[in-house]
């Protein structure tokens, strides 16, 4: 079945550091991929998307590169800030519509 | 558009209990989803509704647990003879359907405590 494997965390960076949480999945077909970020006490929100390889999803200054032929999509952000903190899923859809998760990356960036 | 909302937002019960929860999704949307989250763990899929039909159900932790939607609108969750393993956070989430990239929107959450 579908999976999504990330990087564990707890990730803890200081401010203006580069971030990646990589992201692996395993689907059959051309799944959806997406990433979802919770800030402390709020639901869950979209942060961004892609629906077919090369696809790059951008939001808020994060990017993810759907990469079929690794099956990855991990995130990136040049620059983070202390609003960045947060614990992030990746996430992909298939033809069941179901979203299948990553267990999530907790990311604390420090002033 | 206020979003998908969810009631209550937070639920402590004895166990042995039954107990129900209420997700009002985006009115636009007739996908509806529910999905149990668990300490440091990623949402877990459990059923989805394409207007009123159930059409996945196959994920529900037990048959303890149902789901309804009876007229395309909001949705409802029961867990009966609650176990205190059933302690989680109850997501809602709701889409256009339709094709498409199946884009779904969450709600805050109901977190269920059983003592």
């Known amino acids: 079945g579908d999976s999504v494997t990330q990087m564990e965390g707890p990730v803890t960076l200081s401010e203006e550091a580069f971030l990646t949480i990589n992201c692996t999945y395993t689907a059959t077909g051309y799944p959806s991929l997406f990433w979802y970020v919770q800030y402390p006490g709020e639901g869950l929100q979209l942060l961004l998307k892609a629906t077919k390889a090369d696809d790059k999803g951008s939001n808020k200054g994060f990017e993810a590169t759907y990469r079929k032929e690794t099956t990855s999509f991990h995130l990136e952000k040049g620059s983070v800030q202390v609003s960045d903190s947060a614990v992030y899923f990746c996430?992909?859809?298939?033809?069941?519509?179901?979203?299948?998760f990553g267990a999530g990356t907790t990311v604390t960036v420090r002033a | 558009d206020t979003g998908v909302s969810q009631n209550p937002r937070h639920k402590i019960t004895k166990r042995g209990q039954n107990v129900t929860f209420r997700c009002d999704p985006i009115?636009?949307?007739?996908?509806l989803y529910w999905y149990r989250q668990t300490l440091g763990q990623g949402p877990e899929f459990l059923t989805y509704f394409q207007n009123e039909a159930q059409l996945e159900k196959s994920r529900l932790l037990s048959d303890r647990f149902s789901a309804e939607r009876p007229k395309g609108s909001f949705s409802t969750l029961e867990i009966q003879r609650t176990e205190q393993g059933d302690s989680a956070m109850y997501l809602c989430a709701s889409s256009l359907g339709a094709g498409g990239i199946n884009e779904q929107f969450f709600g805050p959450g109901t977190r269920l405590t059983v003592l």
């Open positions: 996430a992909l859809s298939g033809g069941d519509y179901k979203l299948s």
């Open positions: 009115s636009e949307h007739n996908r």
